[in-house]
């Protein structure tokens, strides 16, 4: 079994930043994080930023140019850093992977707050 474990999460006053991280274990062969989403209460989850296995990155626009998507050489984990955030920005963010054998994963979730 796959499991998707997130990271990084809290409590930050709106213009400050946190870093999320996300890694695949369990039977993971084959398997790479790739993406985050996130759910704001009442809303439905969306798409914050994706990163292909060739390394091309792709942004809501509600975030670019204050989210960085990356990952490590051995593309075991996705990193999320948000910078100057906003009260907007609340919610549970959401790691998606993929398992070339199995199909895709999401991880249980992170709750980020911004504060005002």
């Known amino acids: 079994q796959v499991q998707v474990v997130e990271s990084g999460g809290g409590l930050v006053q709106a213009g400050g930043s946190l870093r999320l991280s996300c890694a695949t274990s369990?039977?993971?062969?084959?398997?790479?994080?790739m993406g985050w989403y996130r759910q704001a209460p009442g809303k439905q989850r969306e798409l914050v930023a994706s990163?292909?296995?060739?390394?091309?990155?792709n942004y809501a626009d509600s975030v670019k140019d204050r989210f960085t998507i990356s990952r490590d050489n051995a593309e075991s984990t996705v990193y999320l850093q948000m910078n100057s955030l906003k009260p907007d920005d609340t919610a549970v963010y959401y790691c998606?992977?993929?398992?070339?054998?199995?199909?895709?994963?999401w991880g249980q979730g992170i709750q980020v707050t911004v504060s005002s």
């Open positions: 990163i292909t296995s060739g390394g091309s990155t």
């Open positions: 998606n992977a993929n398992c070339i054998l199995t199909g895709n994963y």
């Open positions: 369990g039977s993971n062969l084959g398997c790479r994080p």
